[in-house]
Nanobody, 113 residues
């Protein structure tokens, strides 16, 4: 059974940076589609970025500021968050698409103005 554990969230001022990590255990993540999502207070969970095969997608609001990556040797996913804005505040989740369709517990990112 695949288990995902996120870390790296925190409180940062506007313009700051964070690096989120997500480590998988129980199953190798090699070659599987992965993504990062976030959920702001009172809003639905939304896609931030994903890697499906060789294709990487970012939502418009984070394009040029966030970078998604993976290290299959460490069974890990990463999301580098740069030039953070208050509207980036939320709980960030890593996700593996089907067949696993697994979610981590989330890590809180808070950006102060």
């Amino acid at each position: 059974q695949l288990r995902l554990v996120e870390s790296g969230g925190g409180l940062v001022q506007s313009g700051g940076s964070l690096r989120l990590s997500c480590v998988g255990s129980g199953v190798s993540l090699d070659y599987y589609a992965i993504g990062w999502f976030r959920q702001a207070p009172g809003k639905e969970r939304e896609l931030v970025a994903n890697m499906i095969g060789n294709n990487i997608k970012y939502i418009d609001s984070v394009e040029g500021r966030f970078v998604i990556s993976r290290d299959d040797a460490k069974n890990a996913l990463y999301l580098q968050l740069n030039d953070l804005k208050p509207e980036d505040t939320g709980v960030y989740y890593c996700h593996t698409y089907p067949p696993f369709n697994s979610w981590g517990q989330g890590t809180q990112v808070t950006v102060s103005s």
